[in-house]
């Protein structure tokens, strides 16, 4: 299988509403983020997005938890020639797509999303937050919020040290910042929630 597939219930549904794409790690750096992850997804499906995450375990498991008990649709996104060594999804995945490479997987959570989320992790989280601000920068200025306090010193040291900064064709408005969940959900009301394509 070398192309995009779809499993699960809710594959009809994939793109209709708003969509939160969420990038976390498999080893949270406190169980306070893993709280303030669950938190998160909770806000998202109760403010209508359904989730895309990575499918696995820790913050993306605590992230899926949350939009779960709302009601909310969580699509694991993985690759095919990986699932069998990363392991079963979380049990609050309600459907995945499984893509042949990265690049098609980060294209996948970036075009679908109409807000994204980063939490701490490994590299792989970190690559796909640099994705998300590449993309939101100079692609299509989705809203990316950067949350919990691992998260927030990687972006403060982006900034000190200008990897990260504004510029008259690279605007940051998009970016925002959640230290708590009540950071997170202020933000969250503040965003137009059209989706993809206007409504």
């Excluded at 806000?43 to 605590?62: I, K, P, R, V």
Aim: aromatic share 8%; net charge negative.
């Amino acid at each position: 299988m070398n192309a995009l597939h779809l499993a699960g219930p809710a594959a009809s549904r994939a793109r209709e509403g708003l969509t939160a794409v969420f990038f976390g790690g498999v080893v949270p750096a406190s169980a306070e983020e893993e709280i303030l992850a669950e938190e998160i997804g909770r806000s998202l499906a109760q403010a209508g997005y359904q989730l895309l995450h990575g499918g696995y375990n820790g913050l993306m498991e605590a992230a899926a938890r949350g939009a779960a008990s709302q009601g909310a649709t969580v699509t694991a996104v993985t690759l095919i020639g990986k699932h069998d060594e990363w392991g079963a999804f979380n049990p609050h995945a309600t459907m995945s797509v499984h893509l042949p490479d990265l690049g098609a997987r980060l294209n996948h959570y970036l075009e679908h999303a109409n807000v994204i989320v980063a939490m701490g992790g490994g590299v792989g989280t970190l690559h796909e937050l640099t994705a998300a601000l590449y993309y939101a920068t100079t692609v299509r200025p989705v809203p990316v919020c950067v949350a919990g306090p691992a998260a927030l010193r990687l972006l403060a040291f982006l900034q000190e040290e200008k990897w990260l900064f504004e510029t008259p064709t690279r605007p940051l408005g998009f970016l925002r910042f959640a230290a708590t969940a009540e950071d997170f959900r202020t933000h969250l009301a503040t965003l137009d929630t059209s989706p993809i394509g206007g409504a």
